[in-house]
């Protein structure tokens, strides 16, 4: 598939307004402010397009509901908080087609009814600051933003926030907090954001990719859309690789694409021709895969059938060498690091979890650490305010299921040492 929504970015001037508007960017807005807002939510639901952040929720869905609150002002948010360990499918866009974004943010605003939006920009992308600034007082000196939006009377008011490195505060009611400038921890849901969001209005928070999806769908129609990717899951998807494989990197393909085509063909493949042992399909808090189960689609539906999640289309590849405890650890290491402390199975679990973890890895497993692994993570999983502390949950149990006999062996290793001793 040619790149739809990275089109051009390898051009250096990519980010610069009047070459996305050469490229024939900017068209889709003037289109869309000649239609009604319902009838733009409309091809939105008609589209499929699904939230592109992790949790896959219709877009169009999401929208209508904020829509039909009549409180206001209104807000749009857009999640660029890219903290999940594996995930940088959003930083191409950030920072080198930022119009793309805009565009797809100012048409989205006038479907809602919102008059104001934010970009949440994570706190380690200081480089996408500056060059996000820089495109919003463009789009203000052309009309794009501002009062009256290409002389139809429509307001838009765009800035960029930046957040303080938080993974938390990628989950839509933690953002919400910090923006706010409280600190920066989930709200239970009911009520949701679209209706009791930002300083208590009707909120809409979309992460980067979904809103820059917008003009494309505007430009082609949902017929045409709906023609890209998977029939439930429809629509481009920008997956990002790491690990090892030979080429890792950002890959715009449609929605759906095999994670064997994914990882042989178009990241080429295993480094030094090793055998593949396991892969992380949607970012580090999506349930581990093993090698004989990468013939799944990677999207929504099939990847959940798979036992695992799509979350944001990051993939870690593991290679036979990698020490699946070792990476389990890792990955509770970080859980326990960015739990937020506010519900106690995430704050206690996490960390209890790490320390077990620890002293497998440590050569100082004990008889009964795995049945105790997976008892904890029963505790925390559905009993937390937030996802994390699922995610947490679901990476250790996913281990354990696919790769029970490592955990067996490491804490077997520890016992003869002992005898040896
Ligand atoms: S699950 Fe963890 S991160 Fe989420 S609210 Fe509870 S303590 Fe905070």
Redesign the pocket.
């Known amino acids: 598939m040619e790149k739809i929504l990275l089109k051009n970015i390898e051009n250096p001037d990519s980010a610069d307004i009047d070459f996305y508007i050469k490229q024939g960017g900017y068209q889709s807005l003037p289109k869309a402010l000649g239609m009604t807002p319902s009838d733009i939510i409309e091809m939105v639901k008609r589209s499929g397009l699904r939230g592109r952040g992790g949790a896959g929720f219709p877009a169009g869905m999401k929208w209508s509901f904020a829509a039909c609150d009549t409180k206001t002002p209104k807000y749009l948010l857009c999640n660029a908080d890219e903290g999940e360990p594996g995930t940088f499918k959003d930083k191409p866009i950030l920072e080198r087609k930022p119009h793309l974004l805009i565009e797809g943010m100012v048409i989205s605003a006038y479907a809602i009814g919102a008059e104001y939006g934010y970009i949440y920009l994570r706190g380690e992308y200081p480089k996408a600051k500056g060059i996000l600034e820089k495109a919003i007082s463009q789009a203000y000196e052309r009309g794009y933003l501002g009062d009256n939006i290409t002389g139809r009377g429509i307001r838009f008011h765009l800035s960029v926030h930046q957040g303080a490195g938080a993974y938390?505060c990628g989950?839509e009611t933690?953002l919400i907090d910090s923006l706010e400038g409280k600190r920066g921890?989930?709200r239970i849901k009911p009520p949701f954001p679209v209706n009791v969001g930002a300083w208590g209005m009707p909120t809409v928070v979309n992460n980067v990719e979904t809103l820059s999806n917008i003009p494309l769908i505007i430009e082609i129609g949902p017929e045409g859309y709906s023609k890209i990717g998977s029939p439930d899951c429809p629509g481009p998807k920008i997956y990002c690789v790491s690990g090892h494989v030979n080429r890792p990197g950002i890959y715009e393909l449609p929605m759906g694409t095999s994670l064997r085509e994914l990882i042989y063909t178009h990241a080429g493949g295993i480094r030094n021709g090793r055998r593949l042992k396991a892969v992380v399909p949607g970012g580090i808090s999506t349930p581990v895969l093993p090698a004989d189960a990468i013939d799944v689609a990677m999207d929504f539906v099939s990847m959940t059938k798979a036992g695992s999640m799509l979350g944001s289309g990051a993939t870690i590849v593991m290679d036979a060498t990698t020490c699946m405890v070792k990476v389990a650890w890792r990955a509770l290491k970080f859980?326990e690091h960015?739990?937020?402390?506010?519900?106690?199975?995430?704050?206690e679990g996490?960390g209890w979890l790490r320390q077990i973890l620890q002293r497998i890895e440590d050569g100082r497993g004990r008889d009964g650490d795995i049945e105790l692994l997976n008892d904890v993570s029963d505790n925390?999983l559905g009993k937390?305010?937030?996802?994390?502390?699922?995610a947490?949950a679901m990476v250790v149990k996913s281990m354990l299921k696919h790769f029970k006999k490592e955990f067996e062996e490491h804490i077997k290793r520890t016992h003869s040492a002992e005898v040896l001793k």
């Open positions: 938390i989950e933690a921890q989930p859980f960015e739990s937020c402390g506010k519900c106690t199975p995430c704050r996490t925390i937390t305010f937030c996802p994390l502390g699922d947490a």
